[in-house]
């Protein structure tokens, strides 16, 4: 059986958890091949929000299986309070969740590096130590989930890589080291309480496809932020695209029959780095405060813009995207007038088309005709331009606001 890839189109926040969580009830196994605790998908259930960090949407249905594929690099200490919190509100997590035994760790050091470079060369990382624990693993110096378990080797192991991320801590940011026996402590604390979830994941989903297990990856960040194809420097640290699950899990690109695209209505960005279509008037603030766009991860206010359609026309191309999914259509209501991105100018300014908004809340609306026209010509001419269809609305926050359409 195929598998369905999930992702965000743009610089991340496009309620890609919510929809996983929604098509995760009829599927077996929930992948995530990418990224760290830098990524949030807030899910709102039975009113009681939830936020997950790490583990894949999936987790909140009990007969889906979830995975932490190999291209995640782990803060253990975020895991396992994650795991913690989400088992204090009954979610059992016994022979339904596993990590790759080949994920590289995040450390204290790879945390104080990426507070200290940021402050000085203002990326707006997380600054959760993510892009230094990209760099350790490219660099083949990481230390892997798999290392926690070797008792002779790992206080070796971390000593080193502590003594070199001290040294730059010292000479290039003239900020204090780190122990490396307190790390190490840390880690042989946490390696009982993980041992029961790491495996072969690879392998893992090598006999789930074979088997025809319903398989989902869920990509964290989104698209415009890849590491290769976004807009650089300004990007996170891991393959955010398509070409990421492949490296990410293992798992072969042409077992993949369906990538769902994720888009909100508008566009959002949190940090620094070129946004074209940026607002900075009343419509910003209107999409700031109605669509509560404040990071789950970090709490920042978000950037708020218009749709830029001429930026997603390569981004749909670049994921074989096959279907398109249309978030928070519902924090546009009340806006007289909508601004799309068509094209740009010779000196990079937007090109617009303009749309007439509409007045009416939708957030009961449960199928595209019951839409008001203004907002089917909307989403007809996103379809239109990006050639690619809209299957999912989702017009509202709640899990059950989002309907096929």
Request: some cysteine; glycine content about 10%; overall charge negative.
């Amino acid at each position: 059986m195929s598998a369905t890839l999930i992702l965000g189109l743009q610089w991340g926040d496009e309620g890609k958890g919510k929809i996983v969580d929604a098509l995760s009830k009829d599927a077996d196994i929930v992948c995530r091949f990418q990224g760290g605790h830098n990524a949030g998908h807030t899910l709102k259930v039975n009113n009681e929000k939830k936020v997950l960090h790490l583990i894949p949407s999936g987790i909140l249905h009990p007969k889906t299986v979830c995975i932490i594929g190999n291209g995640v690099v782990l803060s253990l200490g975020s895991l396992l309070k994650e795991i913690a919190n989400l088992q204090e509100a009954g979610i059992k997590f016994t022979d339904r969740f596993y990590i790759s035994k080949n994920c590289s760790l995040i450390l204290d050091s790879h945390v104080a590096i990426d507070l200290a470079r940021d402050k000085q060369e203002g990326i707006g990382t997380t600054g959760r130590g993510i892009g230094p624990a990209y760099e350790d693993k490219v660099a083949r110096r990481s230390i892997r989930l798999e290392d926690i378990f070797e008792l002779s080797t790992l206080p070796s192991k971390v000593e080193k890589l502590v003594n070199y991320h001290n040294t730059v801590l010292q000479e290039v940011y003239k900020v204090n080291p780190l122990n490396a026996e307190n790390i190490t402590k840390e880690l042989l604390q946490q390696k009982d309480l993980l041992e029961p979830f790491v495996t072969d994941v690879t392998e893992f989903l090598k006999e789930s496809h074979i088997q025809g297990k319903r398989i989902i990856f869920e990509g964290a960040q989104g698209s415009m932020l890849d590491i290769d194809h976004g807009s650089y420097p300004y990007v996170t640290s891991s393959s955010t695209t398509a070409g990421g699950v492949v490296a990410g899990s293992g798992f072969g690109a042409q077992h993949i029959s369906r990538t769902i695209g994720i888009i909100k209505a508008y566009c959002t960005r949190v940090g620094s780095g070129p946004f074209p279509t940026e607002l900075f008037d009343d419509a910003g603030e209107h999409l700031a405060k109605v669509g509560n766009e404040f990071g789950s991860t970090t709490g920042r206010k978000r950037r708020c813009g218009w749709l830029d359609l001429k930026a997603l026309e390569q981004i749909v191309f670049t994921n074989s995207v096959t279907e398109l999914c249309i978030t928070k259509l519902d924090v546009l209501t009340g806006l007289k007038t909508l601004d799309v991105c068509v094209d740009y100018s010779n000196d990079n300014q937007p090109i617009y088309k303009s749309f007439t908004g509409w007045q009416q809340n939708i957030e009961s609306c449960k199928a595209f005709s019951e839409l008001p026209k203004t907002a089917q010509d909307y989403l007809s001419f996103i379809e239109e331009f990006l050639g690619i269809p809209i299957k999912i609305i989702s017009v509202g926050p709640e899990r059950e606001s989002a309907f096929l359409n």
